[in-house]
């Protein structure tokens, strides 16, 4: 997914340097990514770590991270799954297609008609099979993150969900067709939450705390709605032209609330490693963190520049540089 403050791009670096205050070997330690977004962070040390934590309090993040993160074993007759969602007969009263395509009558337009008809087709059957107990969760997980990527590439959007486009764009024109949501096999369990950070890191040990809070006032709940709306799949009253549910306000995108949220979760870290990924754009400056860390142990900094997030080629920003500066934390505590 093209998702804002992903680290795919900068996920080989994150993982050199924690080698090189860790140790190379991690196959004993506890990784614990707990603000997961979609995952690529633990993703990178599922291979190498004992056990990995994920953890983010949107819907979809947990969809996508019960798959990639906790899914580890081969799941029988996937792809057979698969085709056969790929095949069902399209319903036409779901509520995608009800409030977010234009043939509906709604207004709004994420979703050609077709492809809105599509999710709600495959959603409804993967909730069937799991209401009827048919498929585990494994295979449930497995199906709905597949689904959400699936439909994110065919999204009539600019990449994010605060808006959608007033003409059906190329990439959103083509057919939706379900594809598995790969993930890596071995042999350790790995466990994922759905959960806030403050709150679940006080019931959490390990040795590795990776944390990738929001930077800014940029709301994931807003931008990501309708990923959210797909998984959670109950129905609600869509709220103004771009059709908002009611959603979550985190501390960590409030310059009045965001340091105080940052030293409660430091204090109550019991982890001996923590790295924070935080950008030179964030609502905290490079000081305060520094100096709410170093309370709690030795504190150093490692700084990389890299191309920054563009929705689109138009896109109106506040920040028009084309690079930013990804800053990572480091807190032996």
Known sequence: MNYIGSKFKLSSWIQDEVKQVVGNDLSDKVFCDIFAGTGIVGRTFKREVKQVIANDLEHYSYVLNKNYIENHQEIKDKEKYIEELNNLPLIDNGFIYQNYCMGSGSERQYFSDFNGKKIDTIRTKIKQWYEAKKIEDNLYYFLLASLVESADKIA??????????????????????????????????????????????????????????????????????????????????????????????????????????????????????????????????????????????????????????????????????????????????
């Open 156 to 333: 009539n959007t600019a990449s994010v969900y605060g808006a959608f486009l007033k003409h059906i764009k190329k990439s959103a024109s083509k057919e939706l067709v379900l594809q598995p949501a790969q993930f890596i096999i071995n042999n350790n369990s790995h466990q994922v939450f759905n959960m806030d950070s403050n709150e679940l890191i006080k019931q959490i040990s390990g040795d590795i705390l990776y944390l990738d809070p929001p930077y800014n006032q940029r709301q994931y709940s807003a931008n990501y709605h309708l990923l959210n709306t797909i998984t959670k799949y109950k129905p609600f009253e869509p709220k103004g032209k771009t059709g908002l549910p009611q959603y979550n306000r985190s501390n960590y995108c409030k310059k009045t609330e965001v340091k105080n949220s940052f030293e409660e979760l430091i204090k109550n870290a019991n982890f001996k490693y923590i790295f924070l990924s935080y950008n030179n754009e964030g609502l905290m400056s490079k000081e305060d963190v520094e100096n709410i860390m170093k309370k709690y142990g030795k504190y150093s900094l490692k700084t990389k520049e890299y191309q920054r997030f563009k929705a689109d080629k138009t896109e109106n920003r506040n920040h028009k540089a084309n690079s930013t500066y990804e800053y990572l934390h480091i807190l032996e505590k």
